[in-house]
C-alpha cells in the first residue's frame, strides 16, 4: 500500500484547507483510510476516518462541524476539506491506512494503532 499526501500550508484563523492522500495497493474493497495530526509535544490525534466497506464516515471530537471527509472514486483520493481553521488545529498531518472491515468502533477506526501504513505528513499552520 502506498500513500501520497498533498496540500497542507499556511492559512490564517478562519480560513480553509484541503488536503489530499493518493492511495493505491488495496487488492480488496474492505479498508479504510484515516486521517491523523501530530502538534508538537503532543500526542498524535485521530482526525477523520473514511471506511470504504460502507462509506462510514468518522471525526474526532475536535473538528466535527469543520473538517469534512470524502473519496473520488476515480482517482483514488480521500480528500480532507478543512474549514473554519483553528490555531489549535496547527499540527502535521498524516495520512493513514489498513485493510479494516466495516463494523468497528469509531474509536478504533480514530486509533493510530488501527493502521500500518502510514504517509510522509504534510504541515498545516494556522496563524491567529
Known amino acids: 500500500v502506498q500513500l501520497v499526501e498533498s496540500g497542507g500550508g499556511s492559512v490564517q484563523t478562519g480560513g480553509s484547507l484541503r488536503l489530499s492522500c493518493a492511495y493505491s495497493?488495496?487488492?480488496?474493497?474492505?479498508?479504510?483510510i484515516c486521517w491523523f495530526r501530530q502538534a508538537p509535544g503532543k500526542a498524535r490525534e485521530g482526525v477523520s476516518c473514511?471506511?470504504?466497506?460502507?462509506?462510514?464516515?468518522y471525526y474526532g471530537d475536535s473538528v466535527r462541524g469543520r473538517f469534512t471527509i470524502s473519496r473520488t472514486n476515480a482517482k483514488k483520493t480521500v480528500i480532507l476539506q478543512m474549514n473554519m481553521l483553528k490555531p489549535e488545529d496547527t499540527a502535521v498531518y498524516y495520512c493513514?491506512?489498513?485493510?479494516?472491515?466495516?463494523?468497528?468502533?469509531?474509536?478504533?477506526?480514530?486509533?493510530?494503532?488501527?493502521?500500518?501504513?502510514w504517509g510522509q505528513g504534510t504541515q498545516v499552520t494556522v496563524s491567529s
Open positions: 493513514a491506512a489498513d485493510t479494516l472491515i466495516v463494523g468497528y468502533t469509531k474509536g478504533y477506526y480514530l486509533h493510530e494503532t488501527s493502521y500500518r501504513y
Open positions: 495497493g488495496f487488492t480488496y474493497d474492505d479498508y479504510a
Open positions: 473514511f471506511v470504504n466497506g460502507d462509506g462510514s464516515t
